[in-house]
């Protein structure tokens, strides 16, 4: 049984930062590809960012440049570094995991996700 344990959301001001952590338990998730997903108020679930163990990175256009996602495969979490945050950043955050090598842009392919944690964006 594998658990995905977001933290560090909160609030926040426009332009500021945060840096949200996922912790797994359970199972060694250090081969499994990882992505941060977010659900904004009434809307569907979208992709925010995804690591592979070896490292590779992909954004979704909205956050490049801005989110850094990251891996301590030691400590066997993922970060998600959120810099200049907008008000329309503002959702719930989930961290995801899938089984294979690749990375993924569709929630469906993720087979473990976390509780979600709230990132609220204010003027």
């Known amino acids: 049984q594998v658990q995905l344990v977001e933290s560090g959301g909160g609030l926040v001001q426009a332009g500021g930062s945060l840096r949200l952590s996922c912790a797994a338990s359970g199972r060694t998730l250090n081969m499994y590809p990882m992505g941060w997903f977010r659900q904004p108020p009434g809307m569907e679930r979208e992709f925010v960012a995804a690591i592979t163990w070896s490292g590779e990175t992909a954004y979704a256009d909205s956050v490049k440049g801005r989110f850094t996602i990251s891996r301590d495969n030691t400590k066997n979490t993922v970060y998600l570094r959120m810099n200049s945050l907008k008000l329309d950043d503002t959702a719930v955050y989930y961290c995801?995991?899938?089984?294979?090598?690749?990375?993924?842009?569709?929630?469906?392919?993720?087979?473990?996700w976390g509780q979600g944690t709230q990132v609220t964006v204010s003027s």
């Open positions: 995801a995991a899938r089984r294979g090598t690749v990375w993924s842009r569709m929630a469906g392919s993720y087979e473990y």
